[in-house]
């Protein structure tokens, strides 16, 4: 085992970790050796490589201002910018962008690696703000086909913006799903999605492309029974309370697509899409002909003709011949998504929002996948990523993602990172980061293993980080990491000295250290961070405060003390609502309305630099929008933004609705009432 840890610790595979102080579990023996073998390493045969003769390490990073490499005395190191630009190491600082560094060395040996240079920090978010969190598809218009699309989007980025004087608006990862396999519904999750490079079509809101303008009577016809049938479906949502069909919308939105294509485009957009081709490359020419292959042999591309599993093959090569058509219909429905974006962006930015679109990017993708097709020299494919046990789950989680390979990314210079992260900043003022933590490390669990027989395999954070700021830079975004959860020592400080935003959720915000852990007073929180009430993953303000949350935990089969948990619940919420009492946001006999917004003026009052209010909270949702957990027991990401009876609520109702108005004013007045300054910005 001596010599199996060395290996592992050269490749960066713990074999132990500590789930909390004072303990130390070993790793699995099979676990370690499996871990290493999806990294290309031979447990048995390999010997521990030997890096004290390496010149350059495989990818340089650099951050402005910082030393130079390590490298032997005399060396010469010589910089090519990326546009060409040819500099000796310290003749000027170097600009942030995707370099190469030569390294000479005095006997006479040379080295080229990737040099990643990024700013040395990123600035803060514009000036204290407020904004919405928002799952695009529950927040459905009178005009949007069942669920909530892009032009939604942008009509509640405008209303928002222009009469909430919101700064910003976060939402769900639209990233293209898999569709399901054999008549199965599709997996709703946007944490796990096929591809994280292209968002998914069925954001599209139909009549918004121009060519739906040119179309000839007959199509028009065959087109206006779609949108009958449609509105079948939103009211099913919207009148019947039925949950949100995703495989129903897209089936019309598909053969409305179909309809539209015949129509020809313009010139102008005609060099739009074929520059938008060119710009996106291989990526998209993979994703799109993932797309084509798995219309015909289904959506795992593991379970495909042997040849056509490789995405470079020769099969492969003749496929897309074959599919040339199909394949350039997919590629056309990836433009036609990238321009709605856009224009949701410039909706946003019209509309006086400093920061604009938030998008989300998940943690990684579903092993069916475009990606996990395309990517598979550098994703590990037969590993998934998740947690180890902890107080929370006892027997730990396995997300069913196949993560980064370390190894590839280093010798790519992390090129398939970099491109990801450029592409999701195309039209956002933000970027949030799901399970930040996993620039540092992740939890790999191998086929068939449960999460116990997991291990951490280690990235290098220096690199990682360094692809998000200084895409980031070039954007003009901000970077939000989600650090919630088990967090390394050290992993906060270092993120927010490099700008990067944390997530604080107000529930999770105490002196855990001190006895009866109190709440962290308003101005002894961060400052660096984008506070909230509550998320996705999390019970809706209101169904917190009436305990409501763990009723229904207890009705799923959740807790093994219900009674306890009750008592729990019930405990921390007066502990919470007699802190807001006692700052004076909480009168005597407040209702539901009033304890929402006592909640949210709290955040006002702390030091975070965004504050962001989870749009169903506005108007007292007592629903979750996912359940951890649960699978067909209740209905995750399919629900629409509702009132407290469960009545759903529409776009133009939440824009007419003088209680949403009045807890954004309230938020917003209460940040300029009180202007706090944090005693750490970390």
């Known amino acids: 085992m001596e010599r199996l840890a060395r290996l592992a610790a050269a490749h960066g595979v713990a074999t132990s970790y500590s789930p909390g102080p004072g303990r130390t579990v070993e790793v699995p023996r099979d676990t370690v050796a499996a871990v290493l073998a999806a990294l290309g390493v031979d447990p048995e045969r390999s010997e521990v490589p030997d890096t004290t003769g390496r010149l350059l390490p495989p ?32 003749q000027a600082p170097l600009p942030p962008g995707w370099h190469t560094l030569t390294a000479n060395a005095p006997e006479g040996r040379t080295a080229t690696a990737p040099l990643i240079v990024a700013p040395d920090r990123l600035p803060d978010p514009p000036g204290r703000t407020v904004g919405l969190l928002v799952q695009l598809y529950s927040v459905l218009s009178t005009r949007s086909w069942g669920m909530g699309d892009l032009v939604d989007l942008a009509d509640l980025a405008s209303w928002a913006g222009h ?55 007959g199509a028009r016809a065959d087109l206006d029974a779609l949108r009958e049938r449609a ?30 294509r015949r129509v020809p485009l313009s010139p102008g957009r005609h060099a739009s899409y074929c520059a938008f081709l060119a710009q996106q490359g291989q990526a998209l020419e993979d994703h799109a002909t993932w797309c084509a292959l798995a219309e015909t042999y289904g959506p795992d591309w593991r379970a495909w003709p042997a040849g056509l599993r490789d995405p470079r093959s020769a099969a492969t090569a003749r496929a897309r011949a074959e599919h040339l058509e199909r394949i350039d219909f997919h590629s056309w429905l990836a433009w036609l998504t990238d321009g709605q974006l856009s224009r949701a962006q410039r909706a946003a930015e019209a509309a006086g929002m400093p920061i604009g679109l938030v998008h989300d990017l998940a943690l990684g993708v579903h092993p069916h996948g475009s990606d996990a097709w395309a990517q598979q020299d550098v994703l590990a494919i037969g590993m998934s990523t998740g947690a180890p046990p902890d107080a929370f789950n006892e027997n730990g989680q396995d997300w069913g993602l196949p993560p980064w390979r370390p190894d590839a990314l280093e010798r790519l210079g992390y090129a398939p ?89 107000l529930w999770f915000e105490r002196h855990w250290e001190r006895e009866g852990r109190p709440p962290l007073e308003p101005a002894q929180w961060r400052s660096s961070c984008l506070a909230t009430v509550t998320t996705h993953d999390l019970p809706s303000t209101a169904a917190r405060l009436t305990a409501d949350h763990v009723e229904l935990r207890r009705r799923l089969g959740l807790l093994a003390d219900a009674p306890g948990a009750l008592r ?39 030091p975070a630099r ?73």
């Not at 309370?241 to 309809?259: F, M, N, Q, S, T």
């Not at 998000?468 to 050290?490: F, K, M």
């Not at 802190?579 to 917004?597: D, M, Q, S």
């Open 59 to 90: 990818t340089v990073v650099h951050r402005a201002g910082g030393p130079p490499p390590p490298v032997p005395p005399g060396t010469e190191l010589r910089v090519t910018t990326e546009d060409g630009a040819e500099l000796a190491w310290g």
């Open 163 to 217: 009469t909430l004087g919101a700064g910003f608006v976060q939402i769900n990862p639209l990233h293209a799903a898999v569709p399901g396999a054999g008549g199965a519904p599709t997996d709703p999750s946007p944490y796990r999605p096929g591809t994280r490079r292209f968002a998914d079509p069925i954001h599209l809101r139909i009549e918004h492309i121009p060519e739906y303008a040119y179309l000839d009577p």
């Open 231 to 260: 509105a079948s479906l939103r009211t099913a949502v919207i009148d019947a309370g039925e949950p949100i069909d995703r495989d129903a919308v897209w089936a019309l939105k598909l053969r409305a697509l179909e309809i539209l």
């Open 417 to 505: 990172y970099r491109e990801l992260v450029a592409g999701l900043l195309r039209h956002a003022g933000a970027l949030r980061v799901d399970h930040v933590m996993g620039q540092f490390r992740l939890w790999w669990i191998p086929e068939g293993a449960s999460p116990v027989e997991g291990t951490y395999v280690s990235y290098n954070a220096d690199a990682m980080l360094a692809v998000l700021a200084l895409q980031a830079h070039r954007a003009g975004a901000v970077l939000v990491g989600e650090d919630l959860g088990t967090v390394e020592p050290g992993v906060r400080e270092d993120l927010a000295e490099r700008g990067v935003v944390g997530t604080s959720v």
């Open 568 to 606: 729990e619940a019930l405990s921390e919420t007066a502990e919470w609502l007699a802190a807001f009492a006692r700052l004076g946001l909480l009168p005597p006999g407040a209702g539901e309305e009033e304890r929402i917004a006592a909640a949210y003026r709290y955040l006002a009052r702390t």
């Open 610 to 682: 965004m504050v962001g209010i989870w749009l169903p909270d506005t108007v007292g949702d007592l629903r979750p929008q996912n359940v951890p957990g649960t699978w067909d027991e209740y209905p995750n990401w399919r629900l629409p933004v509702a009132d407290g009876t469960g009545r759903p609520v529409t776009l133009e109702e939440l824009a007419a609705s003088e209680r949403v108005a009045s807890l954004v004013r309230a938020v917003v007045s209460e940040m300029s009432a009180f202007v706090t300054v944090a005693p750490w910005s970390t």
